[in-house]
């Protein structure tokens, strides 16, 4: 077929769409065919900026030679291999490479498909580091209300997004919840990280007295909630957790699969907020979001705890078929290479303040009630219709596709995530756009 055909899908019916209000998309259906760099293209030839990097994850942007090369040269030379008893070189390439880029210390690497596998292991291997050491009282998890883990079952219990638990029975047991740290009263409209907040770590004191501390294996966060709305940490509050599970031996996870790969304008979360956790949960922009791929990063500490017993025993009873899949592992290793050519680990950090103070501008619109912003993320939160939540923003993201720009929308919060390649001129544009949607929505 001659590439300049994209064929068109005449019946939409069969595909249950994930995350997606399925009756509105197909009765309006928004369809892209092509990406390159900064931009999609629709199936009717319209170009759309990249406002989001896909679903925070295109961190490299679209369709890059190195990424493309590597996928298209591996599936032509081994296409799959045995992920368990067996190996290839470009799985431990990667997981080299990988370590390169980690906080020091976190220097082991498990390889997942996604953010919601990344975020099961990370729980399992907390729970079983505990058991091994003699310590298997420990087995309870505390996530945080508005956190996000994905959707499998450890993740939904240890997030905090009520939609996502609602219907799902009883979830985990053994689960707490540290409160959110969104403060509108006092800190709407700051920059960077909130004035106000960092005493709400203290929660997890009085959250560990009422469990007993003893019984607590770990506490998950995600260093700043992504898809709850952009939820960047009060100045202070990550130092105080990292303290207190210091003090009572639970490990800290950091939730990265969004803050990981130069969101912040430093390769992790933890470099940028100089905190370091026990494990790190990745995905996303581990590929760029070209082959499903994501990792959980440990510490050697941990990791050489699993490492006794006879040779010949598996250590770890948990594992994927596609756990570092040749394919998943060769795009890794082009887009780790496209971030290290290109600076895009740090870019971010150049661009911040130009991005700040552009998302700040649109402060005197009808309807925002708060913007928030850090490294290349950006949240702009709208007043909710009366008696219909999420509609507001929902018709932002609707008039912003057909202006040519893409957002996304959680609640009625707008949430901005580019591509790392993006230029000062592509963030005018997309703050343009978004300015002119928000003069034109009710
Ligand atoms: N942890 C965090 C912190 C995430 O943001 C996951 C785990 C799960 O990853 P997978 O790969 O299983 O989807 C995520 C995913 C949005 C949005 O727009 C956010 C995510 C996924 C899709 C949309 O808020 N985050």
Known sequence: MPDNLTVIPNDLNAFWMPFTANRQFKSQPRMLSKAKDMHYETIDGRKILDGTAGLWCVNAGHSRPKIVNAVQNQVAELDYAPAFQMGHPKAFELANRLIDITPKGLNKVFYTNSGSESVETALKIALAYHKINGDGGRTRLIGRERGYHGVNFGGISVGGIVNNRKMFGTLLGGVDHLPHTHLPDKNAFSRGQ????????????????????????????????????????????????????????????????????????????????????????????????????????????????????????????????YSGNPIAAAAGIGTLETYSDENLLTRGSKLAKYWEDKLHSLNEHPFVIDIRNIGLIGAIELQAIDGMPTKRAFNAFLKAFEKGCLIRTTGDIIALSPPLIITESQIDELIDCIGKVLHEIE
């Open 194 to 321: 909130p004035e106000h907040g960092a005493e709400l770590a203290d929660e997890l004191e009085r959250i560990a007295t009422l469990h007993d501390p003893s019984t607590i294996a770990a506490v998950i966060i995600e260093p700043i909630a992504g898809s709850t709305g952009v939820l960047i940490p009060p100045k202070g509050y990550l130092e105080r957790i990292r303290k207190i599970c210091d003090k009572h031996g639970f490990l800290l996870i950091f939730d990265e699969v969004i803050t990981g790969f130069g969101r912040l304008g430093s390769p992790f979360a933890a470099d940028y907020f100089g905190v370091t956790p026990d494990i790190i949960t990745t995905a996303k922009g581990l590929t760029s979001g070209v082959i499903p791929m994501g990792a959980v990063i440990v510490t050697e500490k941990i990791h050489d705890s699993f490492m006794n017993g006879p040779e010949n025993m598996i250590e770890f009873f948990h594992g994927y078929t």
